[in-house]
């Protein structure tokens, strides 16, 4: 959706200009965004305007106040979680963000916790497949992120057993391979601890605690496909935004 700026308050008009710069790049990280007294002159406004735009900036995370120097660009450290990877691939997008990299850790078959066992409808102890990877961006670790599908979908769809990107992720290879086609998904975001075999590739100290975001999904016809666990990287926020009109 593309924002009608002149509908919005000045000052949120400015911080709108301003983020579009720092998007484009004409900006860069490290960079001052305009003061109080450039803002009030280029844009006719009044001091009491102007000083709320760098409050918006910082709120949005595309800036930081230093001491000494004044408000500094800095583009924020966004998470794009599993839902949304799926999300962009079926708009026809890459699942990827332009400066995003994925390392995959390992896929192998695993005796599935009760936790797993739970979210995949199968026994506890019974044989599931598993994926260990983590994303990467230009500012480093993104999270590493844990996938479980059941024996039945690793024998139809034996590439997820391969330690190699899937170009149609997860979801995508599912359903090429079985006609299951997510239809349903619950995201839970907690607080957890970070376990030993976790705590490297994030790394993280084991022990501490991490953002979590934990996927469940569902095919058309109510059966689960995959259960996802990501553990953010400290310093990591997760946000959604959503346009209520």
Do not use: C
């Amino acid at each position: 959706m593309v924002r009608d700026l002149s509908a919005l308050p000045p000052y949120q008009r400015i911080a709108a200009q301003i983020i579009a710069r720092i998007e484009s790049g004409e900006l860069q990280p490290g960079d001052r965004v305009p003061s109080v007294n450039q803002i009030m002159e280029i844009e006719g406004v009044s001091r009491a305007t102007a000083a709320r735009v760098p409050g918006v900036l910082r709120a949005e995370g595309y800036a930081t106040a230093t001491p000494g120097i004044g408000t500094i660009v800095s583009k924020p450290k966004k998470l794009t979680a599993g839902a949304d990877r799926l999300a962009k691939l079926r708009a026809g997008g890459a699942p990827l963000g332009d400066d995003e990299r994925v390392e995959i850790l390992d896929a192998v078959k695993v005796a599935a916790s009760q936790e797993v066992a739970d979210a995949l409808a199968v026994e506890a102890g019974s044989e599931v497949g598993r994926r260990r990877r983590r994303y990467l961006d230009s500012k480093g670790v993104i999270t590493v992120s844990t996938t479980w599908v059941a024996a039945s979908v690793v024998e139809q769809a034996p590439e997820f057993l391969e330690v190699a990107p899937l170009p149609k992720m997860t979801f995508g290879l599912i359903e090429e391979r079985t006609g299951r086609r997510v239809a349903r998904r619950r995201d839970t975001v907690a607080l957890r601890e970070v376990p030993e075999e976790v705590a490297g590739p994030l790394e993280t100290e084991a022990g501490g605690q991490a953002l979590v975001v934990i996927n469940h999904y569902w095919d058309q016809n109510g059966e689960p496909t995959e259960y996802a666990v990501d553990y953010l990287s400290p310093g990591r926020e997760l946000s959604s935004e959503y346009d209520l009109e």
